[in-house]
């Protein structure tokens, strides 16, 4: 599986950022794609994820409210809708994805076995 985050830019704090993650080759009917990020000198962290297989979504509490994740399992596709941006989401943004999570899994980066290459967001004051 290949994923391919885009979206990254420079924005104001206040402003909106849309992030895409497409994927490819090996896919399945039931998946979760989640978004990570990483601070310089700060380790990756838990943004948002979507379990396609019920639809559920999952968000870390430093962005509820803010950011909403969705996504379209028939196109394999994954987004995640940034408003209100502050300065402190300035991160390195990652898609990843995984077939094979339970439910207990889903904040966890080390489970995911699929990543794409990273987009940066950028939130000036």
């Known amino acids: 599986v290949q994923l391919q985050a885009s979206g990254g830019g420079l924005v104001q704090a206040g402003g909106s950022l849309s992030l895409s993650c497409a994927a490819s080759g090996r896919t399945f009917s039931s998946y979760t794609m989640a978004w990570f990020r990483q601070a310089p000198g700060k380790e990756r962290e838990f943004v948002a994820a979507?379990?396609?297989?019920?639809?559920?979504?999952y968000y870390a509490d430093s962005v509820k409210g803010r950011f909403t994740v969705s996504g379209d399992r028939t196109k394999y596709m994954g987004y995640l809708q940034m408003n209100s941006l502050k300065p402190e989401d300035t991160a390195v943004y990652y898609c990843?994805?995984?077939?094979?999570?339970?439910?207990?899994?889903?904040?966890?980066?080390?489970?995911?076995?699929?990543w794409g290459q990273g987009t940066l967001v950028t939130v000036s004051s």
């Open positions: 990843a994805a995984d077939f094979r999570l339970i439910l207990s899994q889903t904040k966890t980066a080390a489970a995911y076995g699929y």
């Open positions: 979507i379990r396609f297989g019920g639809g559920s979504t």
